[in-house]
């Protein structure tokens, strides 16, 4: 029997102070993008990635803005993890530069170094590589920062999946030149809609802060010696994020608990995404891999990943296949990508389960049982 209410992948999960701080908002009068509330959320982020923060609009816009700052011109190469959102890259082809795709190491399912290693060596004319942090999990810092100081590449992080992971003892997104989160409905922590840009170099962030202000000098009088954006996150929703900050470290341990009751469910029927050893991951989606009775068509799941989702579906529960890897989208036909083909099979053969905080043990085990018939 269909469940009355639908298990969505990651719903929002409100369970703190969010309402009396948006309150607070409304108390102040302060329904704008700007305010103290936004300089109270990005204090507290400051904080947690140990680096300056800008508060956005969304994650997309803090990535623009990186890009940006770190000088991507029109005609520039930009290299970008294949398995990813569309979200990654898609700025980089709104400034007029052109993407080059990385593999996914099989250890992580993040960005393969070596891959990166020679679409460097390559293609001299990449000015910055977004790396992601997969599905809540780091990719590798250190190598990553390595292979791209040694060719002058900017390393920014793509961390909208992975606020309250670590690498090593680094917080996600606290690496290479730029990071950034998104605090999406769907992400573990949201603000609705929303993100945040971080950076060590404070004038490059004082930079991108300028151009997420519509690029005003500082004059009485309204003077632009270049042009910008209206990227800020409202004041209002910086209240949920402050609220919803509370609660991050909760959140964490509730998606990895989450993430080990599947294990138990289906252990030895089905193969999970890896930890990595130098990290903790968020588990901001349990990812499962499926066996494939037959090989999938290049560029579509599997027979068995589409019939767990429309049997899932007709139960109301919501999952859906790993994030199609850009090298196999229409829209990047002809664009190189450098690697294994590792992204290609975990297309194929994985699933996103439900994962949201609230979730109990009986939600878990319902969507085992339909999963494993
Ligand atoms: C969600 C997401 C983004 C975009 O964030 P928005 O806040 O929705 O703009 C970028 N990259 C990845 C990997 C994401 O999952």
Not at 128 to 133: I, K, P, R
Not at 272 to 287: A, D, I, N, Q, Y
Request: proline share 6%.
């Amino acid at each position: 029997m269909a469940r009355v209410k639908r298990l969505f992948l990651s719903p929002p999960h409100i369970a703190g102070t969010e309402r009396a701080r948006v309150g607070e908002v409304f108390d102040s009068n302060y329904i704008a993008p700007c305010g103290a509330m936004v300089d109270r959320f990005e204090a507290a982020l400051a904080q947690h990635a140990g680096r300056g923060a800008l508060a956005t609009a969304s994650g997309t816009a803090a990535l623009h803005l990186a890009l940006r700052v770190l000088g991507v011109r029109p005609g520039d190469e930009v290299a970008c993890s294949t398995l990813t959102f569309i979200a990654s890259i898609a700025p980089a082809l709104d400034m007029g530069a052109h993407p080059v795709f990385v593999e996914s190491a099989p250890e992580t399912w993040c960005m393969d170094p070596g891959a990166l290693e020679t679409a460097l060596q390559k293609h001299p004319r990449i000015k910055a590589v977004v790396a992601v942090d997969l599905y809540g999990q780091c990719c590798d810092y250190a190598a990553l920062e390595t292979v791209c100081a040694r060719h002058g590449a900017a390393l920014i992080i793509d961390a909208a999946e992975a606020l309250g992971a670590t690498y090593k003892n680094r917080p996600a997104g606290a690496a290479g030149a730029a990071g950034f989160y998104s605090f999406n409905g769907n992400k573990i922590v949201t603000t609705s809609g929303g993100g945040a840009l971080l950076m060590a170099d404070a004038t490059k962030l004082a930079h991108a802060r300028k151009l997420s202000q519509q690029a005003r000098e500082p004059e009485p009088w309204y003077e632009h010696a270049e042009t910008g954006h209206n990227y800020r996150l409202s004041n209002v929703l910086a209240g949920i994020g402050v609220g919803q900050l509370e609660l991050l470290k909760n959140f964490v341990e509730k998606r990895r608990e989450i993430f080990s009751w599947y294990v138990e469910e289906l252990k030895g029927l089905v193969a999970f995404m890896p930890e990595s050893p130098h990290g903790k991951s968020s588990r901001w989606l349990t990812v499962a891999r499926l066996p494939a009775c037959h090989k999938a068509e290049r560029g579509k799941p599997s027979e068995n990943v589409l019939r767990v989702i429309a049997a899932l579906d007709a139960a109301n529960i919501e999952s859906r296949p790993v994030w199609k890897p850009m090298h196999l989208q229409p829209v990047f036909a002809g664009c190189p990508c450098f690697g294994e083909p590792v992204s290609e099979a975990i297309f194929a053969e994985g699933v996103c389960l439900p994962s949201g905080s609230a979730m109990t043990r009986e939600d878990v085990a319902e969507v085992c049982e339909i999963l494993m018939k």
